[in-house]
């Protein structure tokens, strides 16, 4: 419930460059639902001996790479198992698990993009099936539902494995960076789609503006790429693709607020677990 396979969807279109520079980027079609056979076969018996082997026969990779990204909004449980008890992800230790065993002699690391509760809880319910936000969190207060749990379970149970972080409502600005975090590319490499989510959030003349001032600043660090995306949202933000409208029987504006300032807090508090990493603008 983020950014709905975009980030993959812009690395592909970088893939050539990225193959370049030893990293790999198949198409999720090619190992999702297979992923899924396999985390299930695992939960219920064990990691096959093939497992491995199975997956990257699946993707068809054209050269042996350096780095390999798969992605995968399930990877660590279904939108009905998400927030249960207002724990997010209870099954993520198990399943990150079983990709160690699928994977015993390759090096992981963890990405994850974050999102403030109240729109990730209200977004992952309308797909799940329950009848209120009540039964869908098995009685829990939302106010209790915290990424830092999940994020210190993961680095409690897995120390080694290192985790990279972002919020996504700062996509928008660190866009690019994301890409290249993921991509093990350095800050200076330049890439197609780094502006990709602007398309969405800023109006048709602030996009025509943007581009041109873009064309006519090559030479950009990132923090002045920040700083520009930054003030033409501002001036041309499209109030009607960033307003978002939560309907959730008994939430408040003041529930909402007070779950969004939580966010913040818990977000500051990631910021200090060891380990880990977060692009923030």
């Keep these: 419930m983020t950014d709905e396979d975009r980030l993959v969807t812009s690395l592909i279109r970088n893939r050539e460059l990225l193959a370049g ?41 054209t050269s042996d790479p350096d780095r390999l990204i798969l992605s995968g909004p399930s990877f660590f449980g279904t939108a009905k198992t998400a ?51 009540d039964e869908y969190l098995r009685g829990a207060d939302p106010a209790s539902v915290r990424w830092s749990d999940l994020i210190s379970r993961l680095r409690t149970t897995y120390p080694d494995i290192p985790i990279t972080l972002w919020c996504n409502e700062d996509t928008p600005l660190i866009w690019a960076e994301v890409m290249r975090e993921l991509a093990g590319l350095d800050p200076t490499v330049a890439l197609e789609d780094e502006f990709a989510l602007l398309e969405e959030i800023m109006t048709g003349p602030g996009l025509q503006r943007f581009a041109s001032y873009v064309a006519t600043h090559p030479d ?21 693709a960033i307003e978002e409208e939560l309907d959730i029987p008994g939430w408040t504006e003041e529930l909402i607020e007070h779950l969004t300032e939580l966010y913040d807090e818990d977000v500051y508090a990631i910021q200090r677990i060891p380990g880990v990493t977060l692009i923030a603008p």
Aim: proline share 4%.
């Design 21 to 61: 520079n030893g990293t790999e980027i198949p198409n999720p079609g090619t190992y999702r639902k297979l992923i899924r056979v396999l985390l299930r076969t695992a939960a219920k018996d064990e990691v096959t001996e093939d497992a491995r082997d199975l997956i990257m026969d699946a993707v068809q990779l």
């Design 83 to 133: 927030a249960g008890g207002g724990t997010l992800y209870a099954s993520a230790e198990a399943r990150l698990g079983y990709f160690r065993q699928i994977f015993p002699h390759d090096r992981l690391e963890l990405f994850i993009a974050l999102r403030n509760p109240a729109t990730f809880l209200p977004a992952t319910f309308e797909t799940t099936g329950f009848a209120s936000m």
């Design 220 to 240: 950009m660090t990132e923090i002045q790429k920040r700083r520009v995306v930054a003030a033409f949202l501002d001036k041309f933000a499209d109030e009607n």
